[in-house]
């Protein structure tokens, strides 16, 4: 099984690591809370332990989602399958209906096209390209390879324009 880490952008990774140390002080704050809250002094006791577990509840799932985000977000060639996976989100799609393999020169986007006219574009570092779309012909030998090159511009084309 080849296994290939998804690639975040910079701003992506700084908002997850913000995120996350967020997410602990929260925490912080909600013990704060409760420690200083007087949770017997309260008319009707049940409304503070409601907002004390929601306190804790919201927190708590957000950091499971950010962190399973930066552990486990990749694609994975497996046999017969193409695996995805962002964070809790998973997919797997069947090699055998992938149709054509692009990468976009103009754009640097990989995209991998079915038969049923679905596609995922793939996000992860560019030295990897080769080795991506190498396990996937190698997994279903039918699969079409094609570079979509970038435009030379042509100086001549835009004096023609001019006059």
């Known amino acids: 099984m080849k296994v290939f880490k998804y690639k975040f952008s910079k701003l992506t990774k700084t908002l997850i690591y913000v995120g996350i140390a967020l997410c602990f002080a929260g925490f912080g704050i909600n013990i704060f809370a409760i420690i200083t809250g007087d949770v017997a002094s309260a008319a009707n ?37 193409l695996k995805t996976s962002f964070g809790i989100i998973k997919s797997k799609y069947d090699i055998s209906t992938i149709d054509t ?3 976009d020169r103009n754009t640097n986007k990989l995209t991998v096209y079915f038969k049923n006219n679905n596609f995922v ?12 779309t190498d396990a996937l012909c190698k997994a ?24």
Not at 59 to 65: E, F, M, N, T
Not at 121 to 132: Q, S
Not at 140 to 161: L, V
């Open 101 to 103: 393999i692009l990468l």
């Open 45 to 81: 006791p049940v409304y503070p332990i409601i907002q004390y577990t929601l306190m804790f509840l919201v927190p708590a799932v957000l950091l499971v989602i950010l962190i399973s985000l930066i552990v486990s977000s990749y694609y994975s060639v497996d046999g017969n399958t």
């Open 140 to 163: 279903n030998k039918n699969i079409e390879f094609s570079i979509k090159s970038k435009e030379p511009e042509n100086k001549n084309d835009d004096d023609k324009k001019k006059k």
């Open 121 to 132: 574009v793939i996000v992860v570092k560019e030295e990897w390209y080769d080795d991506f």
